[in-house]
């Protein structure tokens, strides 16, 4: 613990010191971007900021990060900051949809680009923003429907772990799901009920359903909406006498390093990746728009892969140190 | 509830409503008291709601003690996640069990310390004083995880979550013997009665030579170890400390066991049994809502509706139409609402 | 001291006639008569219970009067509230002042009748008429400073001010002065004065008769409930002013017990407090008390008994002096400090400090005895029940049984169990508060009889009472405190409800300070 903490501390210092360096630097023309982040409720938000930061460090890009504390206030506060600032973009993962027209505006009018990261926000003027860089949050649930129709050549009874009732993610996640659903006739949904997106109730959720299906005989696979409530999911399938990925079939979204590294231990089958990279693509579309001025499309929408225990050990080895 | 009318009347609404509820499971599903053994492990519903009833019921045992003072403990929740986060992180680090348990078990007194000193020399208000350590202590959680949901494999730690002792689960034996460890602590000893004392009246039990602050800081760092226990079972069941949910939103279902169990939020007379048989109704609850199959939306609704029934039935007003056993308790018993003079939470 | 400057009118500004209010079948006011002149202050006297507050509460409407007429310069009145009053020229400022300590002086000034412009509140109006208010009264303070931030004197000037532009004329005073201290209560005198000189007619409650000798022309006695009397300042001399108010015959019975041992003198004291006091609460005092005796204290009400004996056991900690017992300087922080000393105390406020109203008679009973053995050495409870059964009939506490909540006993069953919690403890000093207040007379008879068999026994025993006749009966020393300071010690023979009354009563000697 106190070793990870020297390090971290020594990181910090470092960091320090580059930033230092870069505002000495500044002249050499290096590309500035204000990154106001939610803050680090998750584990994949924890990965999301880490990544923008090598992202930013491969290019060249000097990068100042904001933590909001889940604030909107706080947001609003980084980016009149950023604005005030003269920074070259400005990187928003905006904390609700709503109530950014005015500030996007001061933004605008300082001819600084807005760039969306990981979720939209709903505004009448289009051109407020630049581009926003999001996953498609339905379309990972048909991912993870399809590959379970093919897996199980369209005859599956599955239970299902849902995010917390009423999130966006849980609402599209499930749409997705259902589409295959309702494309498979011997598919069907047998158990719906919410995991809260964590892994304690995950557990439970999963206990009651395999109490309520015949001791989880007539589970033939749980799909999560995200991974940890997988990870949760089969240690109850296990606690139970079943096997996990054998027995009754593991399906989950997000990609984070444990769900690799219980499928290298065959006791989840598939997952797929919401990339915590989404600062990459964002940071080639400034370059590109700084370059020669080409517009990137308005929205980027980032790769929803499917991950199969096949290359889950080298995945697992080369996530645990990005989360 | 009554003061004055021993005997059995007196817990009537929650051992009924406890059997009602554990009734209207089985109704639900018929298997729900059907038990077996796995891996040497009891196996079942019914097991299903002791165990996983045991993080609320070991809030619900330093909750209870901490009400009986007329005050509330908001934090338990977030000592739950700092704990585990401790717990995790250390054996991530190698760690042994002795060492990893010692910490955050301290972790908890340390918390539980700081809310007591809060309250009892520093006289701030309870709900005020342990709010802090409520939005804090998470962030403290977070301090230590890195942000991260850290997880373990060692087994000695997993096996206080997911293991048996005589094939009941570890959390279920836990909770049974720091009930028994409690219950011990504060009838065995003046410190139960002095503890009523102090919530019922706390000038007048100063007036009498009751060391108050003693009293007061002592309960909170026993529920400070409550909830430490609670969370270093929660993590162990998941085999990783969630610093973001860990014991997120349990203090409130700590309160409302305490509740249910019938001891007066305006402190004084206390009962740990009936806050594990409180903390029971609320998980044979949850566990009801899971194996029924309602659509998760309902989830809060159900939950609201049936604990309102249990409430009401404890509620004085109502309790006067009802029919009532013999030997119960006359109407002319009904304890008076306690005059604001007599307060000893005032900061 | 003044005498009245009032113009002679037909009507006096307030007539009270034959005023009657009853509650559950007690007569708290029973046809009593009152009048206010113009320009005057008027001094309403009376022990606890005596109907003072109930007169300017009925006055005032917050009660409703069963009987009697009330006119204001020859115009019936029927206010049925404290604002109703005010509008009727009828301003009430309490001792803790009914204003709201979070928003400013001018907000409290004007609270409910802001200066107003285009729908808003004109604050700068507010400001510069809040200044010109507080001018004459010779405050000049920031009124956009929370009023809160301001002593209490302060405040209560600022309350007058309020009563007074709110077009006041007649001003009732409800105990103003009693947590003032002396600078504080001359300016207040200073304003009252201010006031009678335009004529307003001040209504003035206190406890202080110091106080009413210096600032008042006239004085109105009420007891039980009743009118006493009437009198001008000028013609009623102290003595006939405390007999008044207590009501006792001045050629009282002869003292009646004896002495005592002699030699109870010349025992060393077991505690002894020297220049002990607490600023604000009581000025320092000499003490001792020997093993043995039967020490009372005696005076009006608010004249420092409870505050003096709430320092001997801790609840109020002295800021100055010290407290040795058996010779040993001791330190008194705390009840827990006098507990471990071997002292006891039942307060004057039983439900308030005493009793643990939900827990039994017998947790009640042995509370004192097991808090002083600690938490980890706990009564068995057979031990418990042996204690509790044997004070049950020692003192004959009615209850049906000890493990009833104490909470439903009567007054004076709770004051029995208060004293066997104590008894319980053995205790060397037994401080009693006013030990027989709200009991009925037999349990009274009972209570005294005990208190006669411990000192017997060797305790010795502080007494407050406003009883007279009982401190006489059964104490061989009587301290009599006047204006929150110790002023007289009767011994022995000396003990008289005669003598008590005149120590009372007698006028401050010159050269004497208020705190």
Redesign the interface.
Known sequence: ?S??WVI?AATAAAALFIGLGAVQAADAKKLVVGFSQIG????WR?AETKTAKTEAEKRGIDLKISDAQQKQENQIKAVRSFVAQGVDAIFIAPVVATGWDSVLKEAKEAKIPVMLLDRQIETKDQSLYMTAVTSDTVHEGRVAGEWLAKKTGGKCAVVEL?GT?GSSPAINRKKGFDEVVAKNPGMKII????G?????KG???M???I??ENGGKDICAVYAHND?MA??AI?AIK???LKPGKDILVVSIDGVP?IFKAMSEGEANATVELTPNMAGPAFDALIAYKKDGKMPPKWIQTESKLFTPDTAKEEYERRKDA? | MTLSAPGPSRNLPQYGALIAVLLANWLLFPDFFAIRLQDGRLFGSLIDVLNRGAPVALLAIGMTMVIATRGVDLSVGAVMAISGAVAATMTGAGWGLPAVLAASLAAGLLCGLWNGLLVAVLRIQPIIATLILMVAGRGIAQLVTEGQIVTFTSPALAFIGGGSFLTVPMPVVITIALLAVTALLVRATALGLMIEAVGVNRLSSAGAGVNTPVVLVAVYVWCGLCAAVAGLIVTADIRGADANNAGLWLELDAILAVVVGGTSLLGGRFGLVLSVVGALIIQAMNTGILLSGFKPEFNLIVKAGVLLVVLLLQSPTLTLFLPRPKGARPMGTVKPPVAPTSGGAKP | MTASTAPPSSAPLLAIRGLSKAFLGVQALDGVDFTLRHGEIHALLGENGAGKSTLIKTLTGVYQRDGGTVALEGREIAPRGVEEAQRLHIGTVYQEVNLLPNLSVAENLFLGRQPMRWGLVDRGAMRRRARAILMPYGLSIDVTAPLGRFSVATQQIIAIARAVDMSAKVLILDEPTASLDAQEVAVLFKVMRTLRSRGIGIVFVTHFLDQVYEVCDRITVLRNGRLVGERRTAELPRLDLVAMMLGRELEAAAHRIDLGPAELDSRPPLASFKAFGKSRSVEPFDLDIRPGEVVALAGLLGSGRTETVRLVFGMDRADQGEATVDGRKVRLKGPRDAVRLGFGFCPEDRKKEGIVGELSVRENIILALQARQGWLKPIPRRRQEEIADRFIRLLDIRTPDAERPIQLLSGGNQQKALLARWLATEPRLLILDEPTRGIDVGAHAEIIRLIERLCADGMALLVVSSELEEIVAYSRRVVVLRDRRHVAELRGGEVSVERIVAAIASESKSGEVRQ
């Open positions: 613990m070793r990870k971290s680090s409720e998750s584990g924890a849902q009732v158990r719906t009920q919410s809260d997106f964590t892994r304690a557990k439970e959720v206990e009651s359903f109490k309520a940890d990870v949760g240690q606690e139970a006498g444990d989360y």
